[in-house]
């Protein structure tokens, strides 16, 4: 009677540990990408913002290397560095020069959609420092990143979709890149609703 106790006991024990386990596992491995995939996939995001927002101080990063999977949104992403660069040059125009720009990535969440993809909720803060006063202004704004894991697994960028628009050039112009999906069009559309 105490032998089967015993083997009862260790078969429990067994049971309970391979059970916690066969758990762990599972949920890690539901849990989207490891952490040198999300410094892969943090490196990529912020060398994007980065080189986005130094077209603000010149025209070295107007032309990109296409960082997205598809030929339309590189193409967007060409679009807005050109815009940014006009902006620039209107301020400049104007006296306004910037002589520095850093970019602060915090990356709130990462969804795993499937096996192979994911989505990446970042908040970007980008600060300028305006060359004649030394002054630094900024903006932060809201991304979220769809990466989809390719056959060489490298994670690959498929779009930046902006959920606020970007300080680097007038607001008219930054809202066209935000993404149709975005709440700030909600709120902007409950402000006009109660102004009237």
Same mark, same amino acid.
């Given at each position: 009677?105490?032998?089967? %106790? ?8 067994? #049971?309970?540990?391979? @059970?916690?386990?066969?758990? $762990? #596992? ?48 590189? *193409? ?9 660069a006009e902006f620039r ?13 850093? !970019?602060?990535?915090? #990356?709130?969440?990462?969804? %795993? ?15 300028? $420092?305006?060359?004649? !006063?030394?002054?630094? !202004? ?5 991304h979220e990143f769809v ?9 690959? *960028? ?7 628009? !970007? ?14 999906? @975005? ?14």
């Amino acid at each position: 009677m105490k032998n089967i %106790k015993k083997i009862l006991s260790f078969a429990l024990v067994a #049971i309970m540990f391979f @059970s916690s386990f066969s758990n $762990t #596992i599972y949920a890690s491995s539901n849990m989207g990408p490891g952490k040198p995939d999300e410094m892969e996939i943090r490196e990529k995001i912020d060398n994007l913002l980065r080189e986005r927002a130094s077209v603000m101080l010149s025209d070295e990063n107007i032309s990109c290397k296409n960082v997205f999977r598809s030929q339309r949104n590189f *193409m967007i992403e060409q679009r807005q560095r050109v815009e940014i660069a006009e902006f620039r040059k209107k301020l400049e125009s104007v006296g306004e020069t910037y002589s520095k720009a850093r !970019t602060i990535i915090d #990356i709130n969440e990462v969804k %795993k959609d499937s096996d192979s993809r994911v989505s990446v909720s970042v908040k970007e803060e980008t600060y300028l $420092t305006i060359a004649e !006063t030394g002054v630094e !202004t900024g903006y932060d704004a809201r991304h979220e990143f769809v990466f989809e894991k390719g056959i060489n697994g490298e994670w690959n *960028m498929i779009e930046d979709k902006q959920l606020d628009p !970007t300080g680097l050039m007038p607001l008219y112009k930054a809202e066209e890149y935000v993404d149709p999906s @975005s709440d700030i069009f909600e709120e902007i559309g409950e402000e006009l609703f109660v102004c009237f």
